[in-house]
Every structure is written in structure tokens, then in C-alpha cells.
């Protein structure tokens, strides 16, 4: 058909899509002027910022390695036991709610919903203000920061595990179910083969997680090396700071190279 | 940790007894056992604290809201500690992750790139957070500072991760166009990758929010400084209050992210 060219333009996006795009990007836009021009920043203290930060390199060094054998690696290893204490023993809360939470394995929406909403209430809190409620219940101490990170890792590990039982592929628990086994086979013969994998990628993962939020509980005093830095900020002892800090980087820095190695061997 | 057991077994016992398996479960009892003991746990400890948990719920409820004025002004900090965090940590992670991708980039590139995001990654926002406040003072801008610090690490990791994802096709096709790096950029990697980059500055916004309620522990301003302070005043009813603000501002923030990728699907 010779000169009846429709004109056709082609575009990548609906209108109601371009404009629910725009609308967003207004909205971030306000968001930003809105914080920056409201927010209460004290110009005196920035004047002095570049000496400050010069102080503080120059008061870091040289560190103090007698801190090290003194406090650091007693509190280290608190550290790494809290973390993987906590870890073991949120799995252990975790698993069982994760199958709660499956709407695969659990067909009641209450329980499902129930579970679910635990998850967001473990996640939601920071797991220093678990870190706080649980020194106000068990004291100061690691007992208090086991708790915290077991708590905040629930939420965390539940989401991702029930996550990999609904992915869970059907046909093999058919077969289960057509040949009459009980729920408990189901479950360890049917599903926990699928999501085994997807269970100790998730573990390690917030075993990475929990090391480095393990190393800070000890600021409000929930054990771990965390204490030792927060002695060591109070005296203002930057030398000793430095240590922690180098020590936390290296700790955090070994633990993902171990995630990793093991994952590329197991996984 | 257990290896699958292929047909080894007769068929009399389809599952094999896994002494592996089983030796695997003693040692995690063991480890239990024995840190806990290393941390000084008993269950005389556990039993007074369940009672002191009694006193402290006790002394939570009601929750007071009669200084919903000192409230409202550290959760506005907050925000706005996390807004401006996410914004300029995501701007800054953009640079980042692209020098970071190793796909894009010679590698005397990347690497520093990638010493860069490692080190922004291996500290809890609090440490470094610790780290302003001493350069910049207390308040608001330490929190900012430290929080962007973060986000580099955090998206811009993920970013680099994704820009290596991408398919070449389209980088070559537009590259054949005799188009410059910029073009590349922008009409090759650009769209492939948005849809993910706007889930990640997403899931960073979420996440400064957590974090900006904690920096005012260690002085980095917001509703962490507030809480810290009721807390210290044993205001137990206080905090209660402000943990249910806190709770259901990040339960409103990730019901809006959760649209805004929906949006950028």
C-alpha cells in the first residue's frame, strides 16, 4: 500500500508506566531538598573537621600492640562464639517457623501470616536495640549478645528459608505423599534435600553478617570486642582503637574468604 | 556438609545411615556446649534474667507518649539522616561499582575500585559512625558521613556484580554504531541494569533507615541519641514507644520500596 505509511513511534514504556516513573523521581527529588534544607548541621564543628581528622591518624599511630595480647584477642574470641552461637541457635528458631511459614507445607494463611509477621519484627529491630533490651533482662555480658544476634537473624533466616521450601519442587514430595508417608518424612526425605543447599548458603551468609554486628554489641555493653573498643574510645586511647579497628577488618576480611571457600566446595 | 548417598546402599535401606552426618551433629553439641560454657552461660543466669525480663516488660507497659514531641523530632532526623545517605551513597556508589565491573574496565581499574568497596563494606555503620563524630562532631552530619560510607560498600558491590552480568550483545551492537563510552553507558548498560539498581538503592534506603535509628547510640544524631538517652534513664515505657515509631516507620518504608520496584520492573 503505497503512501498509507502509518507513522508508528516505538517506545519502551506505556504512558501510565512513564508516569508513575516521573512521579517517583519527583518524589525522591522533594525528598532530598526537603532533608537537606531542614537538616541540623553545626557549621562550627566542620571548621575544625580537617584537624580533627589528622589528630585522630596521628593519635592512632604508632598502635598500641600490647593492647592485643592485653584485651583484643580474649574479646575476639567472646566475638566469634556470640556470633556463632547466635547463628546456630537463631537457626534453630528459624527453621521451624520457616515451615510454619511456607505456604506450601503450612496451608492455614493465619499461621502463614503469624510467622511472617514475627520475621519483619526480628528484622525491624537493629539488633543493638536487641542488644539493649536483652542487657536490661541478662546484664551486661555475651549472654545478652547471643541473644541479640540469634533474635535479629531470625527474621533474616526464616524469610529466606521458607523462601526455598515454597520453591521447592513438587514432584518428589507427590511421590512421597502417593507411597503414604507421615509429614516428618516429608519434610526430611521431600524437601530437605531441595532446599539443603539454600540452607547452608543462607547460614554462612548470616554467619558473615553476624561477625561484623557481633563486633559492635560490646558498645552498649553486650559482649564481644566490641568492649574492648569501647574501653578503649572512653580512655581515649586512639592507639588501642587503631588495634581494634585492624583487628575487626582482618577478622571481617578472613570470615567472607571463608564463606566463600566453602560455599564454591560445598555448593 | 552431608554428601548425597547415591546407589551405594542395597535396596533394602533406601537411606543409608549417615555417619557423617551424625558425627557432624555431635560436634555442633559439643561446640555448643563448649562456648557456651566459655561465655559463662548457666541457667541459673537464664532463670533470675526471665525474671528481670518480667520487671522490664513490666515497666514498659504503657508505653508513655507525652514527649511525642522529642519523638517526632529524632524520627525526622532519622529520615532525614537516611534519605541524604541513601541519595549521595548511591550517586558516589554509581562511579564505584562502574570502575569496580570487570567487564568494562582494565584491571589496574578495578582493583582499587575493589579495595574501595571492601573497605567501605567490612565496618558496621556504628564503628565508622564512632570514626565521624570524632572528625566532624555530633550530630546529624556524622550519621550522614558514616552512612554513606556504608552504601558504597553495600550497592556498590552489588552494582559492579550486575554491570558483569550484563549481555555483551548490546554493548558491541551499540559500540558498532561508532558510539563514545558515554553512548555505551547510557544506551547499553544503562538499560539492563536500572531495574536491579533501582532495587538495590531501594533496599539501601531500607537499610540506612534501620541504621540511622542506631547512629545516635555513639552520637551520630537522630532517634538513636534519644533512645539511647531514655534508656540510660531506665524511661523503659519511653523506649517502648519509640521502638513501636521506629518499627512501624520501617514497616511503612519497606511497603514503599517494595512499590517503587514495582514501578521499575
Request: charged fraction near 10%; proline fraction near 4%.
Amino acid at each position: 500500500m503505497p503512501g498509507t505509511a502509518i507513522h508508528r513511534e516505538w517506545e519502551r514504556f506505556t504512558l501510565p508506566q512513564k508516569l508513575g516513573r516521573y512521579a517517583l523521581y519527583l518524589m525522591a527529588a522533594i525528598a532530598v531538598v526537603w532533608s537537606f534544607r531542614t537538616i541540623e548541621i553545626i557549621a562550627e564543628f566542620l571548621y575544625d573537621s580537617p584537624a580533627q581528622i589528622a589528630d585522630l591518624f596521628t593519635r592512632m599511630w604508632p598502635m598500641d600492640w600490647s593492647y592485643f595480647g592485653s584485651a583484643v584477642w580474649s574479646s575476639l574470641v567472646e566475638t566469634m562464639h556470640i556470633a556463632t552461637l547466635g547463628t546456630i541457635l537463631s537457626l534453630g528458631i528459624a527453621m521451624p517457623l520457616g515451615l510454619i511459614a511456607a505456604r506450601n507445607l503450612t496451608p492455614i494463611p493465619a499461621l502463614n501470616w503469624f510467622a511472617h509477621f514475627l520475621f519483619v519484627t526480628s528484622r525491624s529491630v537493629n539488633s543493638l536495640v536487641w542488644a539493649l533490651l536483652f542487657v536490661a533482662v541478662f546484664g551486661p555480658g555475651p549472654l545478652a549478645g547471643t541473644l541479640a544476634i540469634a533474635f535479629r537473624s531470625i527474621g533474616f533466616v526464616g524469610k529466606l528459608f521458607a523462601e526455598a521450601l515454597e520453591e521447592a519442587n513438587k514432584g518428589s514430595i507427590e511421590a512421597l505423599v502417593a507411597a503414604g508417608a507421615p509429614v516428618r518424612s516429608q519434610i526430611l526425605m521431600g524437601y530437605w534435600p531441595q532446599v539443603r543447599p539454600a540452607f547452608w548458603s543462607i547460614a554462612l551468609f548470616r554467619w558473615d553478617i553476624n561477625i561484623r554486628e557481633s563486633a559492635v554489641l560490646g558498645i552498649v555493653g553486650a559482649g564481644g570486642i566490641g568492649v574492648a573498643l569501647d574501653t578503649a574510645l572512653n580512655l581515649l586511647y586512639w592507639d588501642q582503637v587503631a588495634v581494634v579497628l585492624l583487628t575487626i577488618f582482618v577478622v571481617v576480611i578472613l570470615a567472607e574468604l571463608v564463606v566463600t571457600a566453602i560455599r564454591q566446595r560445598v555448593l | 556438609m552431608t554428601a548425597p548417598t547415591a546407589d551405594t546402599a542395597g535396596h533394602r535401606q533406601p537411606f543409608r545411615t549417615n555417619w557423617g552426618g551424625r558425627l557432624a551433629y555431635v560436634a555442633l553439641v559439643a561446640y555448643v556446649i563448649y562456648a557456651g560454657s566459655h561465655l559463662g552461660f548457666s541457667w541459673d543466669r537464664f532463670v533470675s534474667g526471665i525474671g528481670n525480663g518480667g520487671h522490664f516488660v513490666a515497666r514498659m507497659f504503657p508505653p508513655a507518649w507525652d514527649r511525642w514531641g522529642l519523638l517526632a523530632d529524632g524520627m525526622i532526623e532519622s529520615l532525614q539522616i537516611a534519605i541524604l545517605a541513601s541519595f549521595f551513597g548511591v550517586l558516589l556508589s554509581l562511579p564505584v561499582g562502574l570502575l569496580a565491573a570487570r567487564n568494562l574496565m582494565p584491571v589496574w581499574v578495578t582493583w582499587p575500585a575493589r579495595g574501595i568497596i571492601a573497605l567501605c563494606r567490612s565496618f558496621h555503620p556504628i564503628i565508622i559512625a564512632i570514626l565521624f563524630v570524632k572528625a566532624v562532631g555530633f550530630g546529624a552530619l556524622a550519621g550522614v558521613l558514616a552512612l554513606i560510607v556504608g552504601s558504597i560498600g553495600f550497592v556498590g558491590k552489588l552494582f559492579a556484580e550486575s554491570i558483569e552480568e550484563i549481555s555483551l550483545k548490546q554493548v558491541e551492537a551499540v559500540r558498532a554504531t561508532g558510539a563514545s563510552f558515554s553512548g555505551v553507558l547510557i544506551m547499553a548498560v544503562q538499560p539492563q541494569v536500572l531495574p536491579r539498581f533501582i532495587g538495590f538503592a531501594t533496599y539501601q534506603l531500607d537499610s540506612n533507615l534501620r541504621n540511622s535509628t542506631m547512629v545516635g547510640i555513639v552520637g551520630g544524631g537522630g532517634i538513636g541519641a534519644t533512645l539511647f538517652t531514655a534508656y540510660q534513664r531506665f524511661d523503659f515505657d519511653f523506649v517502648l514507644s519509640i521502638l513501636i515509631v521506629t518499627v512501624a516507620m520501617i514497616m511503612a518504608a519497606e511497603v514503599l520500596s517494595g512499590w517503587i520496584r514495582k514501578t521499575f520492573q
